[in-house]
């Protein structure tokens, strides 16, 4: 990485950390010059880049001030859910969605796609290639069933960050999160069990529910704090549930980190009620604050919580690697695991497993969740600036997906069939509840670096917003 | 290739098909050389090949002959497992095989592992180390959830050979065989359901079907001409089966080829009584004979036969692609693949398009055909040679599984336990049943080209397997 964006990015953490207040002065370009043993020009860009980033703002013969806060559009409620358990429905819609083939022609801000164009990835690639030259041809042997050692070494290492300490021999590499969520729904629950999901939940998450003949029961949720802990044990006390399935940290789709101590919490209740947790973490490692915060898994002391992540969000999703830590739930998870794939895929095991090793998860890492920031406010800019007035946002924490909520009568579906025309689509909020609720919601992908095109994309989708709401209040 | 093992392929081919017999003498060397136009050490050299295979054999000042018509063991006799529905049992054995990691000190003889060191697969490993560099990055993204639509082009022409008239969108593509089954019979049965599947059976399918919550009706099973449709239909008019699990061309464990008539009398039954066949095609272009049988889904007019594959033995089973053809099921399959994983890594089934787009499959299959037609020759031969006499073996039409009968009281799991100490490993025989029969069987691999050391191996489990049977009855 070059000296100015590693400048920019220290200034950038120091500015979002509060060290700098909206308003104030910033340190003149001689002075970080001075500071950081780099030329004045190095300076100079590295304020451009933020600059360019809506941080700082430049003031003639005064030198560079902190951007004055942004407006930022209001927060949704909590959410409502009915109180029962449901059958799910709503796999046409989520068909549509991931049927979707990628069309030069149409920009898609629906869909839950990392952005992939970093070169921090390169050294991924550059090992993917070289292990199909190894003469053993590691790649082309079933893997064991609980996966490659070796990146199942690298991953227990990783998971230290969150605050778990767990031995290669925990973890069962999976296909994909997708895998790890649905062998770990089936070691924990019967058809017909209740399983507790946050809501809005992820849309994976509530088919696999379906497909396996569960039945969901959507817990009111705080876009700030998560799961509702007190709705929650209310639906505990009241009905047989089996699985709390929750996304806590950087939550798909409202992107809230649910504070350490409602994490905590959150255990102590399954440990009363004897539940299980299946605690989805595949955003975790892209929260905007350093260190990541911790699982609820890292304080599960007698094995009820089964962590389910993957590389696809943090790395690329086409290699589809994830993992379960599935603590006193192992055997059933491997039974469910063999019968599910048989294994995982070699090679991009192998080629992960080289990728940490050799140093390159971390600062990739970092140069995403700084982009990833920077997404999110421009994102945030583009909705207050293009949207309704009215409309409700998500403050994502951590990944790259801002969950919007236009007025209570609105519906995403038709948004979404009049946005195609305009070479547009997001992801309806509908498919993210179990019963079709947050039909006047939607979901926006902001990963990928911002462009005029982007803008413009998300401009059609606040103006033909506010043409059908016009329309709607015109045949009223 | 080389010249003289090209030659040795044609002869050995000639020989196989009855063009030459047992004993009768073959053309000389000079006219050979002549025929062909090659030099006198290539057919020489051609020779020796096949004399090391055990094809031919010379005869001093006389030229070469073919070789004796071989002593094969007796056919086991046709299976008679419990007729009612059980619950499988099983997974402790099956957990124990597929946990094993690759030991340079254990000689694996249990796992169904082609031969994946034939230089016919190089140009495989270009393509996906070509992948890997390729500037658009395509192993990086989400596939669609059908799969790839170049591999799904691909895989529609292959299963021209075997009769299918289908297209790209009549296919999806699967992490493996193994996610074709469970997202079949997840799509197809409920939990409790009965299945009816052919006996011995491969313990993957019977497995999942123990993980998903199905029961288990093993038919009789002829080791030639495969399932008993007279004990089928007995069962199917006592039983509410939802579903047949067969596996007729090159079946693991045995290796028959069910002949076409019955294929087609298979379907008629089920179509009269209303059920599901989910037809498991993973070795059917291992088929000795060229062209390859036809499976029962060309014969399948009104779309109630699901057709599950993959590429693990035909390729190499790490890459990890498979595919469905479900028929009528479509939709149900691809809401059962959206959740098991998702979708498929992108990188092995863009590398395999590739590979079979540029015209190397055929060749390869060949290749590998007639290796696996040789290996089968030795097997049989070591088997008479070095296992107490009585045993009986099955006579593999394709594929590379030997399945041996040992007699009724042995048990192959002390054999196993036995032979660990020896380094070598075997499947042993109650894996391949619901019920835990065929104790006295085991199953043996004969994909990799023969060596002194696997000799030996093979030797280890008769002598040891002898040695059992005296202290057995030594006991009594
Ligand atoms: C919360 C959550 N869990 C799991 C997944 C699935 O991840 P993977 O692509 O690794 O299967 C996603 C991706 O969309 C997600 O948003
Ligand atoms: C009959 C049969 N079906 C399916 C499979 C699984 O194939 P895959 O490795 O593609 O999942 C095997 C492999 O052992 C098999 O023998």
Not at 39 to 61: C, F, I, M
Not at 140 to 163: C, F, P, V
Not at 216 to 223: G, K, R, S
Not at 370 to 379: C, E, F, W
């Amino acid at each position: 990485m070059t000296l100015y964006f590693n400048l920019a990015e220290l200034l950038g953490s120091r500015i979002e950390q509060g060290l700098y207040r909206p308003g104030q002065r910033l340190p003149s370009v001689r002075a970080l010059s001075v500071e950081h043993g780099v030329s004045l020009s190095t300076v100079q860009q590295a304020y451009r880049l933020l600059e360019d980033n809506g941080l700082v703002s430049p003031r003639p013969k005064s030198g560079y001030f902190v951007a004055e806060d942004r407006q930022l559009p209001a927060l949704p409620a909590i959410s409502r859910p009915a109180q029962r358990p449901v059958d799910i429905s709503q796999w046409e819609q989520v068909l549509e969605l991931v049927r979707a083939t990628p069309r030069p022609d149409v920009i898609q801000l629906g869909r839950g796609m990392p952005d992939v164009d970093s070169p921090t990835l390169k050294p991924l690639l550059r090992s993917l290639a070289q292990i199909s030259r190894r003469m053993d041809m590691p790649g082309l042997y079933y893997d064991n069933i609980h996966g490659n050692a070796l990146l199942r070494e690298q991953i227990a290492r990783l998971m230290l960050d969150s605050g778990c300490r767990l031995g290669p021999a925990d973890l069962v590499v999976t296909t994909g999160c997708h895998e790890a969520l649905s062998c770990t729904i089936r070691a924990v629950c019967e058809p017909g069990d209740i399983v507790a999901v946050d809501s809005p939940s992820f849309h994976g998450a509530m088919q696999t529910l379906k497909g396996l003949g569960m039945k969901a029961l959507e817990i009111p949720t705080d876009p700030i704090t998560g799961i509702s802990l007190e709705a929650l044990e209310l639906a505990l006390e009241q009905w047989p549930i089996k699985l709390i399935q929750i996304t806590p940290s950087c939550n798909n789709p409202m992107g809230y980190i649910m504070p350490e101590a409602r994490k905590k919490a959150l255990l102590t209740l399954a440990q009363r009620y004897d539940v299980a947790i299946l605690e989805d973490d595949v955003y975790g490692d892209l929260a905007y604050t350093y260190p990541r915060p911790r699982t609820i898994k890292s304080f599960d002391d007698d094995g009820r919580v089964l962590l389910c992540s993957s590389f696809s969000k943090t790395l690329a999703p086409g290699l589809r690697v994830g993992w379960v830590a599935p603590g006193r739930y192992l055997e059933r998870v491997l039974h469910m695991k063999y019968i599910s794939t048989g294994s995982t895929a070699c090679q991009p095991q192998l080629a992960i497993a080289d990728f940490i090793a050799q140093g390159h998860y971390q600062p990739h890492l970092r140069r995403m969740r700084s982009q990833y920031q920077r997404g999110r406010d421009q994102m945030c800019d583009w909705v207050t600036r293009h949207f309704p007035s009215g409309t409700r946002a998500s403050r994502p924490q951590g990944g790259f997906m801002l969950w919007v909520e236009l007025p209570e009568s609105f519906d995403t579906l038709r948004l979404n069939r009049a946005l195609l025309e305009q070479g547009v689509q997001i992801a309806v909020g509908s498919i993210f509840s179990a019963s079709g609720k947050y039909r006047n919601c939607l979901r926006m992908n902001f990963a990928a670096r911002p462009t005029a095109q982007i803008e413009g994309a998300v401009r059609s989708v606040g103006e033909t917003a506010l043409r059908l709401l016009d329309t709607e209040h015109a045949g009223e």
